[in-house]
Structure formats: C-alpha cells, structure tokens
C-alpha cells in the first residue's frame, strides 16, 4: 500500500518538475552560481532566490549543502561543488558527482538572516520533493512561517498535488499565508478561515490569530469566531484524553486491586504481600520472554499469553503456602496478620532482589502492544487499550466464577458464615486457602500486565500496595463492583487534577480527600448493609 | 523515701530500666569524655552516637505503645510524627548555619538560594529561636495528630481501617516533603549542620550532652507514659483497648481518651525525632516512608506490646541486629532477618520478649500459689 503511495507520488512529481519551463529557468543557474562565488551576503541572497527558482533537480541539494556549510567554491575557476555528508563532491552546474574534489577549496558563508531565506526557499523546494511525508512537512512549514513569497510555487505544488492528505496540508498551508497577507480578497480570506477552522489544532490558532490587520471587520470576527470555537473543540478533547488516560490509570488500580478485593475484601485478610504478588507475576514474564528469547524467538508474540497462566499458578501457589503457613495462625487478629505479612513481603522482595539483582528487567512488549492510533483527535496507545480490555475480562470472569461455579459457592457461604458452612459439610479451612490462593493468582496476573507499563524491580510491589488497599476501602469492604468503580472514579480524578496541580500534588490530593472521605463513611462508597457487616 | 516512692509506682522490670538507663546517661558520656582510649571502660564517640541513636528509637517506640499497647490504635504513620519532629530541629539547626553555607546568605538556608527563592517563607520564622523550634517539635506532630485523630475517633474509624489511613498519612507527608516548592529542601532534605545552641554539633562535648540529653528524656518519657497508664486515666485506655463499645456503653467518651493518647504519643514522637536529628546531622523525606513507621511496630512487637519497658528493649534490639547486620558481610540478609521477625513474633511470641518474660516469671510465682493466671492481660483487638 505505501510502496504503491510511494511510487505515485514519485511519479507525479516527476511529471510536475517535467511540466515546469525548465529550459528557460535552468539558464539562471550559471549566474546564480557566479553570485555565490562572489561571497558576498545580498549577492548570495540574490543567489538562494535564483536556485530556488531555477528548478534544477538538483537545487534543494544545493541549499541543504549551503546551510550545512558543506558547499564550496574553488577560487581559481569560481567553480562550486557540494560535498554529500556520506563524502561524495558533486558539482553543482552538472549536479554530477566529481571523480577527484579540487585542493583548496572555500567554504560559502553564511549568516542568520540567509539562513531564514534558505529555510524559506529549502521548505518551498521540499514541496515538490517525491516523499508525501516530505513535502508534507514543507507544507507544515509554511504553515508555520506564513512565508508570502512562497505562494506561487505552493500553489503548483497544490496543483500537482495528488494525494488528499498531502493536498490538503497544502490546503491549510496556503490559507495560512493568503489570512497573514496584506492583500488578499475578502472571500479567500473567509474561505481561508473556514479552512482552518477546519483543521482545529492548536497551530490553527496561532494562524487565525495572526490574521493581517489590514483584513477587514467581518473576517477579523469570524477569525476570532472559529479561534473560539476551536478552543472550545480542543477543550472538549481534553476532556475526552483526560477521561481516557483516567480510564487507563483506573484500570491499572482495578488490577493490581482486584486480588486485594478477594483476600481483604472477602476474607478480611490485611495482606500486605499483596504488591508482591503483583512482583512475582511481573518476574514470571520476565522469565517466560527471557526463556522465549533463548529458545523460540518467533514465539515472542504468545509470551503474555504463556506467562499469563504461569503467574496465576506460580503466584497462586505462593499464596496457599503464605496461608497455610502463616494467616491461618492469625484468622481473628487482623493487626498481627498485617505484621506477619509485611514480614512476607520483606522477605519475598529481598529474595527476588537476591535472585534477579536490584536493577530494572527489560521486559517486551508484543507487537500488537505497541504503537498508537488516533481516535477524534485523541490519541490512544494499544498497550494501554489491551490493559483496559484485560482488566474488564479479568473482572467479569473473577464476577462470574464466584457466582456460577462450585467453588465460588463455597466462598460466597464460608465469608457469609462460617460455622454454617462448616456444618454443611463444607471444608472451610480447605476454602480459605483456594480464596487466598485465587486473590494471590489474581495479583499474579495483574503483575503480568503491570509489567507492559511499569519497571519490573524488586519494588515494583510497593508502589501499588497503597494505593490497592485506598481503592479496596474507598470502594467498600466486600463488594466487587464497589473496587470496579473505585478503581475507575480515582483514575478519572487523579488525571483531572494533574493538570491542575501536577502528578504529585493530585497524588497527595487524592490521598488526603480519600482520608476525609473514610472519616465520612468508614465502610466506603457500596458498604454491605445488614448482617454480614458484623461478621 | 524516694525509693519508697519508686517502689509504689513501678513494678521490677520498670525498675530495672529506670536505673539501667540512669547508669547509662551518667556512665557512657562521662566514659568518652573522661576516660582515656586506652581504657577497656572508654566508649568511643561513634559508638555513643550509634547509642544516642537507638535511644531516640526507643522513645519512638514507647510512644508507640503508649496507643497500641495501652489504646488499641495501631499506628502505622508514627514515623511522620518522628520525621515532623526531626525537621522542626533540623529547620532550627539550619537557621544557625548562617553564612557558613556555601552560598553564605545570611537568612536563606542554601537550597533556598538554589531555588532562587528571595525571601523565608513564612513557616521558617521563629525558628532562629531554639525553644521555639523545641516547642514545634512537639506541637506540630500534635496538631497533625489532634486533628487526624478528632476526625479518625469521632467518625469511628477503628482497627485496620485506621491503620491503613495512617499509612496513608505518612505517605502523603513522604510524597509532600519529596517536592522541592515546599521549602523543606527537597529530596536532599536538611543536612550540613554546624552549631547547637552556638557549640559544634561535630564536637564531643556536644555529642556527649546530648546522649545525655537523649537518656533524660527516654526516663522521661518512660514515667510519664506509665504515670498515664496507672492512673485511672491509663485504665481507661486499656479498657477502650479490650472492649470499645462496652466502655461507651458505661459512658465515658471513648473518643477522648483516644485522642489525648495519641496526641500525646505524637508530640512524644516527634521530641524523639528532635533529639534524633543534631546526633545523625540530616532529616530528609525518605524518614517519612510507610516501611519506617511499619518497622518502628515491630520494636515494639519485638519487646512486647503493652509493657513500655518491652518497646524500649525491642527499639534497642531490633535497631543493634540492624547494625550488626548491615555493616557486615551479612547486609543482603538482613531484610530477611527483618521480615521474620515480622512472623515469628507475630505467630510464636505475641507478648514480645519482656512480655514473655514476665509471664514465666509470672508461671513460676504462680506454680508455688498454684494459680496459673498470667500477670498482663493479653491484648485482645
């Protein structure tokens, strides 16, 4: 498809320079290039313009080679060369490359008010230039300098222009200038600032803003109009990219908070290992790619799919054996089980620390992690996007299996009552350690995705361990879909306040209003209401 | 007669720690300054300071108990009352450094004229004043804890909630002096001190005076502390601490009895924090970091919650393992030392080394009158 692009564009640029009275203008480059040799500031001046004009194909390298310092002149023949940055020395009537540079060679001189000339006669050429990005970017650089002189050769450019985006970048460009212009008729100016209008950026501003003051009163109003209108569209954005990286954040706090919602909010259990976890979970991918990397490097794309139910086992698994060994002894007293389990997370860290060294671990991202597409304006990465879709499967699967199968049954009856359970047959103890074990599993798993996003270290837990339990209390002990909208709500909240008071500020903003708010209501936002409170 | 007094008040552990500790304040700068290095008895400079250091730990940890041990409030953010202590005496020590800084502005300590900043913001004043910079110590860990508390007490915010809350305290403060705009130095925190009350914080004679300062006050927070908890005051407490209800029930207000304990707690811990600073010469964010406080639970998990003397002993304990171990080749080893004595107390010793001690000694007095009742209740939730 691009190749196709490509070869277009070459085409027609070929067919555009054809076209152009090349024979006539070509005669000014001899004279153009006897000014340069005079170096002298005005005479090559006078010179940029004519090479500028002289549509040579080899003109725009010319320029790029004078404001580069890499163009010469040899003074016994005012012979003058350019030297490519590879080394080679081509000539600059012929354009043909020169077997043997001559000794003795001067370098053209240059000062800031030629080098904005040939920024202005380099970005005209470019316009012409066979890559779409390319001219593209000349157009945006007209765009920008609103460079008067420029307008003829731009609207050939215009007219050979084939392709849409790249035309109407030209488009943009050209009404850029023709608003900035002193003599331009009324109905293009307005036709000038409907197309602007259009392109609703924050360069479209500046354009509209620096509308000529010799314009008269109705453009003047409808330019400050649609600077208005604009600025109101771009709010909007920014709402909307305020509410998706608010999504995104929330999403990131509903993962890591997800398993802390099972353990603490079902069973009670104050693990303070639970960021851990999320550790663990991070160093099983790392391993999983760094063993893909060695074996099977073609099956990079799958490791998160390997490593996902690797660290709900391996993570899962430590956790029966945390519960097990230690929280049993402690059900009942929830100020020595989060003693004990800080004890745990010490340990697990300064093993992992022992383990993989204190340092970062490069963890990939697949191919369909990376990169960014645009949606209305706002521009939205697909890790982030995965990370969102990952988190709702992994919530409305953790929904459904406590609802529909046996086992979430059977949590559902030991958290409500115990010795009712019990009594019915149920091995509680046997359910307390699957519960744990699946909150840990599920910190697993969030350590999996936490690791596209995050540095994995051995700290990698501690970061998310605060901010889990905020989002487990604010969201009300016991209650799933509480953690999905406290998750959700913080997030939004924290993106809008950044802006306002920076990342560290909404931080401590967040934290302080969370503070006040369990003052308000100590069981969270969706509290259990009746019996199972007491419990 | 005053040991008649003594006796009346103290039971034999808290006996034996007021003249350890009064023996140690006397003894151990009197040793550096006066005995000669040659001597077996002579303590050296940096071992007094290492000294002085556990002793402002263990009166972190008393006053730490004073609301786990005796009120039930697991404070997980006792260390931002430290920390709040600390920079209140590191703002003073600052203010002396005057134009010995590197950048030798007479008023403005150097990270401000760093930041370009062209005056003191308005809460550095008064703190070119030593008693008012004592006086902050204390009273600025207490009104942060007043107000924390009068929120967190009034609305009932019991058990892990408040715990996890407080976290959340100590970490906010953590990531609020981390900034450099709020004109507590930043990341660097306050460091570089050169004078105490116009005598070089380096010299011996001052490193001596304040172990002996730091002792003084460690005996005076221990009596205090056990003056609050015999007292009917210090029953009530420990009767919030058993059953919190049924105490609101029999009409007192639990709420205030709470709050006054924490408050003084907090205003005990920052005085620690104070005394902590001139003798490690720098305060900075990181002292605010959840893990502090957490650990500073553990000493007192260590040497027996409910007893004062245990927090002490346990400051002291964990705090010498910690050296031990991180100046040896041992250091990569010493969080897992940490992390299980986070288990083993919490699983196989709940009462803490003292705790445990006076039980048996309780079981042996108790296996003569056959009567096998432990002397300290235990802690219930």
Same mark, same amino acid.
């Given at each position: ?535 | ?8 008040? =103290? ?5 034996? /720690?007021? %003249? *350890? #500790? &009064?023996?140690? $304040? ?98 550095? =004043? ?5 008693? /008012?910079? %004592? *006086? #902050? &110590?204390?009273? $600025? ?241």
């Amino acid at each position: 498809m691009s190749f196709a692009r490509v070869l277009c564009a070459l085409l027609f640029s070929a067919l555009a320079c054809l076209s152009m009275p090349d024979a006539v203008r070509a005669a000014d480059l001899p004279s153009a290039l006897t000014r340069l040799a005079a170096d002298d500031f005005t005479e090559t001046a006078q010179a940029i313009e004519e090479i500028a004009d002289s549509g040579a194909p080899h003109a725009e390298a010319i320029l790029t080679a004078l404001s580069n310092a890499r163009l010469f002149i040899e003074p016994a023949t005012k012979k003058v060369f350019w030297r490519t940055p590879a080394g080679v020395v081509h000539d600059a009537l012929s354009g043909e490359p020169v077997a043997a540079a001559p000794a003795g060679m001067d370098v053209v001189r240059i000062n800031n008010r030629l080098r904005r000339v040939l920024a202005n006669a380099i970005g005209a050429l470019t316009l012409m230039a066979p890559e779409p990005q390319r001219r593209r970017a000349a157009a945006e650089a007209l765009f920008r300098s609103r460079d008067e002189s420029a307008l003829p050769l731009l609207e050939d450019a215009l007219k050979a222009e084939k392709l849409p985006a790249v035309a109407r970048a030209f488009r943009e460009a050209r009404a850029s200038i023709m608003l900035a212009a002193a003599e331009t008729p009324k109905a293009q100016r307005i036709e000038s600032i409907s197309v602007l209008r259009e392109r609703a950026d924050m360069g479209a501003i500046a354009s509209l803003r620096s509308i000529n003051a010799k314009a008269d009163e109705q453009a003047k109003a409808l330019a400050a109009e649609a600077v208005a209108d604009i600025e109101q569209r771009l709010k909007l954005i920014g709402y909307v990219q305020n509410v998706w990286y608010g999504l995104s954040l929330g999403s990131v706090l509903l993962l890591a908070a997800i398993g802390l919602a099972i353990t603490f909010g079902v069973m009670g259990v104050i693990n303070m290992a639970h960021g851990e976890m999320v550790m663990l979970g991070a160093y099983t991918t790392f391993i999983v790619q760094e063993f893909l990397r060695s074996t099977a490097p073609q099956w990079f794309d799958y490791s998160l799919a390997i490593a996902l139910p690797l660290a709900f086992l391996v993570t899962g698994l430590v956790g029966v054996a945390i519960e097990r060994g230690v929280i049993r002894f402690l059900y009942g007293r929830p100020l020595e089980t989060l003693l004990a389990t800080w004890g745990i997370s010490l340990i697990l860290q300064q093993a992992v620390r022992t383990a993989f060294g204190p340092t970062n671990r490069e963890v990939g991202s697949p191919s369909y992690m990376s990169g960014a597409f645009d949606l209305l304006g706002v521009s939205i990465t697909w890790g982030r996007l995965w990370i969102i879709v990952f988190t709702l499967v992994v919530f409305v699967a953790l929904l459904l299996a406590l609802k529909y199968t046996p086992m979430g049954l059977h949590m559902r009856a030991v958290t409500q009552n115990r010795r009712m359970a019990a009594s019915m047959g149920i091995r509680t103890p046997w359910v307390d350690a699957m519960t744990f074990g699946l909150g840990s599993g599920l910190a697993g798993i969030a350590g999996v995705a936490l690791s596209q996003i995050d540095n994995v270290s051995p700290n990698l837990g501690q970061t998310y361990i605060i901010d889990s339990f905020m989002v487990v209390v604010f969201g009300g002990v016991g209650n799933l879909w509480g953690t999905l909208v406290s998750a959700f709500a913080l997030g939004v909240a924290n993106k809008f306040l950044e802006p306002m008071a920076g990342a560290v500020l909404a931080k401590i903003f967040i934290l302080v209003l969370l503070i006040l708010f369990i003052q308000k209501r100590p069981r969270g936002l969706f509290a259990l209401k009746g019996r199972a409170v007491e419990a | 007669m005053i040991i008649q007094y003594l006796l009346s008040r =103290y039971e034999k552990t808290g006996l034996a /720690f007021l %003249i *350890v #500790m &009064a023996a140690l $304040a006397i003894f151990v700068p009197l040793s550096n300054l006066f005995i000669p290095p040659s001597s077996a008895f002579h303590v050296p400079t940096h071992v007094m300071s290492l000294m002085g250091k556990y002793l402002c730990f263990a009166i972190l940890a008393i006053s730490l108990d004073l609301v786990w041990g005796y009120c039930g409030i697991l404070s997980l953010g006792h260390g931002a009352f430290f920390a709040l202590g600390g920079y209140a005496m590191g703002m003073y020590l600052m203010r002396q450094i005057g134009t010995r800084g590197v950048y030798a502005h007479p008023v403005l300590p150097d990270f401000m004229v760093f930041l370009n900043w062209k005056e003191l913001p308005w809460f550095w =004043y008064g703190f070119d004043l030593f008693p /008012f910079a %004592i *006086v #902050m &110590a204390l009273f $600025a860990p207490g009104l942060l804890a007043f107000v924390f508390g009068w929120l967190a007490f009034r609305s009932r915010v019991t058990g892990v909630y408040l715990s996890i809350i407080t976290q959340a305290l100590t970490y906010a403060l953590m990531l609020a002096f981390f900034r450099n705009d709020m004109g507590f130095g930043g990341n660097n925190g306050l460091t570089d001190f050169k004078d105490i009350l116009g005598f070089s914080v380096q010299a011996q004679g001052t490193r001596a005076t304040l172990f002996f300062l730091t002792a003084l006050t460690l005996i005076g927070t221990y009596m205090l502390c056990r003056w609050m908890t015999i007292t009917s005051f210090g029953k009530v407490l420990v009767a919030v601490r058993d059953a919190e209800s049924r105490t609101r029930f029999l009409g007192y207000r639990v709420e205030h009895y709470k709050l006054v304990a924490f408050t003084v707690s907090a205003a005990l811990a920052g005085l620690a924090g104070a005394l902590y600073v001139p003798q490690v010469g720098i305060i900075n964010p990181s002292e605010f970091a959840p893990a502090n406080s957490i650990e500073a639970v553990v000493w007192v998990a260590t040497g027996g919650r409910g007893t004062l003397v245990g927090a002490a002993v346990g400051a002291v304990v964990v705090n010498f393992a910690k050296t031990w171990f991180t100046t040896g080749a041992l250091a990569p080893y010493w969080l897992f030392v940490l992390g299980g004595i986070f288990i083993f107390v919490t699983l196989a010793m709940p009462s803490g080394i003292v705790g445990t001690l006076q039980q048996w000694a309780g079981r042996r007095r108790a296996g003569k009158a056959d009567e096998a009742k432990p002397p300290v209740a235990q802690a219930a939730e």
